[in-house]
């Protein structure tokens, strides 16, 4: 079965380093979305993307964050220069097309810890 | 800003036993989804509701979304050591949302003794 995959499962940066963490989401998807989830927190939702533009964001989703869609597979999440509080588990999702009913797939996250 | 409640948070109960899980909101949704988190995994979806009241059956899990689109629950009977794991609701804003953002639950965690 397609699944999304997300690399590193785990990146370790130092506090003010920029860091890109990377997603392939299922192939014949549409919509890509970031989730992050904080160390026994909801999961909380930053961005979402369709057609190579930002649907949808966050309050969280600042100006030190950005996604891009570099090429035909890629979905990626940057974020400028990491603080403390970025420290999470950040999840890439995506799902088919238009219509609430059609669910998102989640990968397996990549924990990103921030020294 | 919609919110989810879930309830219970945390729940042990032995192999045997049923249990429901309940998913609360004062917003409406256009659909609801259930997912199951295993430590060190993304949430794996178990099912969607999308019209009020409906039942949707997956072995021994009954999912039901409220008649109002504001609530849902699971519903697990003759729990196994097996459905041990975080328990997931997730919910979609109404048509006109483009991103169709998810709005998650606390989390329901399930431990289920042999």
């Known amino acids: 079965e397609p699944e999304v995959t997300q690399t590193p499962s785990h990146q370790v940066t130092q506090m003010g380093q920029e860091v890109i963490l990377r997603c392939v989401p299922i192939?014949?998807?549409?919509?890509f979305y970031w989730y992050r989830q904080i160390l026994g927190q909801k999961v909380e939702f930053l961005v979402s993307?369709?057609?190579?533009?930002?649907?949808?964001k966050s309050e969280i989703f600042d100006d030190q964050f950005s996604v891009e869609r570099p090429d035909g597979s890629n979905f990626t999440l940057k974020i400028r220069s990491t603080k403390l509080e970025d420290s999470a588990m950040y999840f890439c999702?995506?799902?088919?097309?238009?219509?609430?009913?059609?669910?998102?797939?989640f990968g397996d996250g990549t924990r990103l810890s921030i020294l | 800003t919609q919110l989810l409640e879930q309830s219970p948070q945390f729940l042990s109960i032995q192999e045997g036993e049923n249990l429901t899980v309940y998913c609360n909101s004062s917003?409406?949704?256009?659909?609801l989804q259930w997912y199951r988190q295993e430590p060190g995994e993304g949430p794996v979806l178990l099912v969607t509701?999308?019209?009020?009241?409906e039942v949707k059956k997956l072995k021994r899990l009954t999912f039901q979304f409220g008649d109002a689109r504001k609530d849902s629950s699971l519903h697990i009977t003759a729990a196994q050591p097996g459905d041990t794991g975080l328990y997931l609701c997730?919910?979609?804003?109404?048509?006109?949302?483009?991103?169709?953002?998810?709005?998650f639950g606390g989390g329901t965690r399930l431990m289920v003794k042999p």
């Open positions: 993307f369709y057609n190579n533009e930002i649907s949808e």
């Open positions: 192939s014949n998807h549409l919509y």
């Open positions: 999702a995506s799902r088919p097309g238009t219509g609430g009913a059609q669910p998102q797939h």
């Open positions: 997730a919910g979609s804003p109404l048509q006109g949302d483009a991103g169709n953002m998810l709005t």
């Open positions: 509701v999308v019209t009020g009241g």
């Open positions: 917003s409406v949704f256009s659909s």
